[in-house]
């Protein structure tokens, strides 16, 4: 045999490139080699990266520097599996990067991720995929964008894959997508009820935890609480909650459960099977602080239907309520107190809380440190004592109004809303209103009035309105400057804002002093602004307009033209004519110190001198008096009604008197002897002797204090003359018991004092503009007392003739028309007597005062309408 010889191997092909092995340690370099075609290449080159990629959010910066992130969005829809599958695992860890999620958006690269949830994908690309997904689902706009490319049913889907991992990164995705209400249908709608109740028996807690935060956002789906229960929910809910190894979960899980309770057939379903009995030892059984947090929220959420709230009741969820609120912990105690106000909701709850002495308890919290608490226990308050006048003096008794008045100094808005509500409450009660008045509510309520909060300030607004509804509570007000802040609130936007401040303004009007105030602030100029707009008027607008008028009947005259036989004329009244539109009604003091004009002459009112005329705080007292009572009166008692009046402010004028330094006291005395015009040439020297001697002792006083003593407010001077008609209209006029006698007598007394009749076509030859001309120039003022008049025309007579009439208890109403046409109406009772048993119906007629006096003119007729024209 011949010897082997050995086979020569073929040379290497001329156009075949040596393999080359290549160790790289820059990642730039490897980089570069994405770009690659060589798909070994491309695997080693994702590998590398992913592992690069895991060691920090450092090196995430750094491959998206050397741009990275664009070729591997290509090549996870590479053709290759195993470059598919390393391309997503260095891509899903790279995208927890921020910059990187936003570069991965601009590149469209969710519909390709989508792409690849697909069953026939490998498990590897599942996991990657999704978690890259999930990085992305925390921002809204990629949010959007996996909803509108149906990323949603895929996931869903892959809630059941055998991989924990992909389980835990699919149902992240999801529980951040749901945060969106379309999402949270399309979850029920997708049947991903049953994979998610499915999940929580994974061995893994952190898929636990995510299941049950998706569950407490799908659950608040009515439609998908529905799917809840027919998928045995509770059972599962029930089942977790019994189980103290996943104690540290139950915290979620009782957020599913308090979603669930809010509906009457889940609450019936979860009593039947013996789940409300275990909220409630949640509840009662010493646990974790956030456990009992979450099962009292439980229950507040179960108390917003009336149904529910009776379930409880009868549960005695009172007492267990009760206990709670002396445990610590603000987040406890908080959520206690909301429990609590839902629970107030029920009539027999709010006598329970009562009887258990909860009001006091959380009376206490009042004075917590925590805001949240403070606020809890106002709106536990709040709803206690609202329509519960028991509630409301517990809360007095446990000394509760004091630190309500105090938390109006809250920061916290909500609080201070709530305790506005509960004072407003508890002011219903005099004794109460007083006890709240006393520690300075109304001065507290001023920085809630100025509030930028809405709620505050409706709240703040009503606490004020219940509390200036006796003289005491507006006097307080005005006292502490909250009369400013009030009348701005009419300029807000806000329609419930403005609508309770026109309230709160129509409850001050009640009293002259506060009306006259509110109106220098401006409050009458922007009522009949809000009043001229459709969109802005309302009730109480209107209201808060007619009270401001009724409680200044001067400034009523000039805007309304018209006085109605309830509106009771007094001294200090006056009438200015008719206002033209946005004109501002001066006041008698402003007026006085206006130089003598060309202009009408003011006609002022005032019967008494000033050591006995009416302070004008006690104005509106005479108010309070029915004209129906005056009428009804013999003329004796009504005399006998007016001079007890009279002394009354008579005794009130000398206390005040005898609190004024002796000094003001004598000085006031000087002035009123020199302001009669009608004494006699001895007190005048005697009160001259007097001024001497006054001056002399003032002389050695301190410049200061003279200066003090001589700034007395300016007095409306006495009217003598028209104190002689009010006596003289009461000597002739009561003792008539006709109505008809009595309009007739008093007509032809006015027309006796202010010249006599005139007649129609002599009325030119009547020159009573030539008399008041010489009453301003000897009085050198516009204002010209009534009394002085001796030649009157229409509107003299008949402002007279109501000032006369309001005196002596006679009814009648004044009416301003054109050209200074005023006529005075009153009501006659005109019946048919031929007929038993007819009632006598009133009718309105026209006082004649000027052409034929005493004559009764039925309105509406021409006679009538001739004497409103002429």
């Not at 130089?595 to 000033?610: D, E, M, T, W, Y």
């Amino acid at each position: 045999m011949g010897k082997k010889v050995k086979k020569e191997s073929e040379p290497p092909s001329k156009d075949v490139f040596d393999p080359l092995p290549i160790e790289s340690k820059k990642a730039a370099t490897v980089v570069l080699m994405l770009n690659s075609p060589e798909e070994e290449v491309l695997v080693k080159a994702c590998e590398a990266i992913h592992k690069f990629a895991e060691k920090g959010d450092e090196n995430r910066s750094s491959l998206l520097g050397l741009g990275a992130v664009e070729p591997l969005s290509h090549l996870i829809s590479h053709e290759d599996k195993l470059v598919r599958r390393n391309a997503f695992m260095a891509l899903g860890v790279m995208a927890a990067n921020n910059d990187v999620k936003r570069l991965l958006k601009k590149l469209d690269a969710i519909p390709s991720i989508i792409r690849k949830l697909s069953p026939e994908e490998d498990v590897v690309v599942h996991e990657f995929a999704t978690l890259c997904l999930a990085s992305l689902s925390v921002d809204f706009s990629c949010k959007v964008q996996i909803s509108d490319q149906e990323g949603l049913e895929p996931l869903i889907q892959l809630l059941s894959s055998p991989d924990p991992d992909v389980k835990k990164n699919s149902v992240e995705t999801i529980c951040n997508l749901v945060q969106d209400l379309p999402s949270r249908v399309a979850v029920r709608e997708l049947n991903g009820v049953p994979p998610l109740l499915e999940l929580l028996r994974s061995e893994f807690p952190v898929i636990q935890q995510l299941s049950l935060r998706t569950l407490v956002v799908v659950t608040t789906d009515t439609d998908t609480r529905a799917t809840f229960r027919e998928e045995q929910g509770f059972d599962r809910l029930l089942e977790f909650l019994c189980n103290k190894e996943f104690s540290d979960l139950h915290v979620e899980a009782l957020q599913v459960l308090s979603n669930c309770l809010e509906d009457r057939d889940s609450l019936q379903l979860i009593h039947e099977t013996g789940g409300l009995q275990r909220l409630l030892q949640f509840i009662t059984t010493p646990t974790l602080l956030d456990i009992q947090t979450n099962a009292v929220k439980a229950i507040s959420r179960v108390a917003q239907s009336s149904e529910n709230r009776k379930l409880l009741h009868e549960q005695d969820i009172e007492r267990s309520l009760v206990e709670l609120l002396s445990l610590e912990g603000d987040s406890l105690r908080t959520a206690t107190c909301q429990a609590v106000a839902a629970m107030s909701l029920h009539l027999a709850s709010k006598d329970a809380f009562r009887d258990l002495d909860g009001i006091r308890a959380v009376v206490q919290l009042l004075g917590s440190e925590g805001g949240e608490v403070r606020e809890a226990a106002a709106q536990a308050l709040s709803s206690l004592t609202s329509s519960n006048q028991l509630n409301s003096y517990a809360v007095y008794e446990a000394e509760g109004d004091e630190g309500l008045v105090q938390q109006l100094h809250d920061v916290i808005p909500g609080a201070v809303a709530h305790a506005a509500a509960v004072l407003t409450n508890m002011a219903e009660q005099e004794v109460l209103r007083c006890s709240i008045l006393s520690h300075g509510a109304m001065a507290a309520l001023l920085e809630p009035l100025q509030s930028a909060d809405t709620h505050t300030l409706v709240r703040a607004t009503q606490a004020l309105a219940a509390l200036a509804c006796d003289a005491e509570g507006r006097a307080d007000l005005r006292n502490a400057g909250g009369l400013v802040p009030l009348v701005q609130l009419l300029r807000s936007n806000h329609k419930e804002v403005r609508r309770n401040a026109c309230w709160a303004i129509s409850v001050c009007a009640n009293d002259e002093p506060t009306a006259v105030e509110m109106c220098k602030l401006g409050a009458l100029d922007l009522l009949q602004e809000i009043n001229s707009s459709a969109n802005r008027r309302n009730t109480f607008s209107e209201i808060a307009l007619q009270r401001l008028l009724d409680s200044n009947l001067s400034l009523k005259y000039s805007l309304t033209n018209t006085l109605a036989p309830t509106d009771i004329t007094v001294d200090g009244f006056y009438d200015p004519g008719q206002a033209r539109s946005g004109q501002r009604v001066l006041t008698l003091e402003d007026l006085s110190k206006q130089p003598v004009n060309q202009r009408r002459p003011v006609i002022a009112i005032n019967a008494k001198p000033l050591d006995t005329s009416v302070p004008r705080h006690n104005l509106g007292a005479l108010r309070t008096i029915p004209s129906t009572s005056w009428l009804g009166c013999c003329p004796e008692m009504h005399c006998q009604l007016w001079d007890l009046y009279i002394d009354r402010v008579s005794v009130d004028q000398s206390e005040e008197r005898q609190q004024d330094s002796p000094t003001e006291t004598r000085t006031a005395s000087v002035l009123s002897s020199k302001g009669s015009t009608r004494t006699p040439s001895k007190g005048k020297s005697k009160g001259r002797k007097e001024d001497e001697k006054l001056r002399d002792e003032d002389e050695s006083k301190p410049q200061q204090e003279v200066a003090t003593v001589t700034e007395k407010p300016w007095m409306l001077p006495y009217d003598a003359a028209f104190h002689a008609l009010v006596t003289e209209a009461t000597k002739t006029i009561l003792p008539l018991h006709v109505e008809s006698e009595q309009y007739s007598a008093l007509a032809r007394l006015v027309s006796e004092v202010m010249g006599g009749a005139v007649e129609v076509d002599r009325q030119h030859d009547f020159l009573w503009e030539l008399h008041l001309s010489e009453l301003r120039y000897e009085l050198q003022s516009n204002i010209i007392p009534i009394g002085q008049i001796r030649k009157g025309t229409y509107y003299h007579r008949a402002l007279l003739y109501k000032v006369l009439a309001d005196r002596i208890g006679v009814s009648c109403s004044l009416v301003r028309g054109e050209y200074n046409r005023v006529w005075n109406e009153v009501l006659l009772s005109v019946g048919t007597p031929h007929y038993p048993g007819c009632q006598p119906q009133p009718r309105a007629h026209l006082v004649d005062l000027i052409h034929q006096p005493g004559r009764l003119l039925r309105a509406n007729t021409p006679q009538a309408k001739q004497y409103q024209t002429i």
